[in-house]
């Protein structure tokens, strides 16, 4: 590695982005890259105090403006506190989530606008985007269904179907600004299926680093 390699991974709610994400990173350990796993909002105490106040279901009163700069917040101190230390130790940051969360649920879910959350991030991250980024890509009825069967839903699970619609737009939309760097795996196979072809675009991804 000539430098460290940020990577995120995005997805709808039920994507299985988290477990393939951690699965991921634990498979990159024992291969012995030099790996770390991090999530947002979160990732670091700041942050997390923060993520407890965005999903918390209680707060449903919060207004989707101060929703996206909390996001922001979170997503500052993480960036600084965490992801950026580790790529300045040539080490690979694997992410749960980034910007493009972002722009999806509170530019497009949320009806704020792509261009105006994007503007609040880029105070936040001062061009620090992914090298390359993951998206696992799911039917929003799978997607759903498999939110349902794991109970302990927070604030945006609770969220409506025309709400949960507007996300997998967004993330389309998504998709299509940033071609380059986003890598589409379909994420409603197996487990052991979206794992393995998940392995294989990250040792992809490594590999054009190198």
């Known amino acids: 590695m000539k430098k460290g390699l940020f990577i995120t991974f995005e997805g709808n ?13 634990e498979k990159l350990l024992e291969m012995g890259y030099p790996v770390i796993y991090t999530r947002e ?7 997390e105090q923060i993520r407890d106040v965005i999903l918390n279901p209680k707060n449903i009163a919060m207004d989707a403006r101060c929703e996206a700069l909390l996001y922001a917040a979170s997503r500052r101190q993480h960036l600084v ?27 497009i879910a949320r009806n704020i606008g792509i261009e105006e959350v994007y503007k609040i991030n880029e105070f936040a991250i001062e061009g620090n985007l992914p090298d390359a980024t993951i998206f696992l890509d799911v039917d929003l009825e799978t997607g759903l269904s498999r939110i349902e069967s794991r109970g302990d839903m927070d604030r945006l699970d609770n969220e409506s179907i025309d709400f949960h619609q507007m996300v997998a737009y967004g993330y389309n939309q998504v998709c299509e600004l940033y071609p380059e760097r986003i890598y ?16 294989n675009v990250l040792l992809e991804i490594i590999k054009s680093y190198d």
């Not at 040539?90 to 989530?97: E, G």
């Not at 589409?184 to 392995?199: G, I, Q, R, S």
């Open 81 to 107: 506190e965490k992801v950026l230390p580790a790529l300045l130790e040539n080490k690979i940051v694997l992410c749960d989530r980034f910007i493009d969360s972002s722009l999806v649920y509170q530019g």
């Open 184 to 199: 589409v795996v379909d994420a409603n196979k197996t487990v052991d299926e979206v794992f393995n072809n998940t392995l």
């Open 13 to 25: 709610d039920g994507s299985g982005k988290t477990t393939i994400s951690k699965l991921s990173y």
């Open 41 to 47: 909002p979160g990732g670091i105490d700041i942050a």
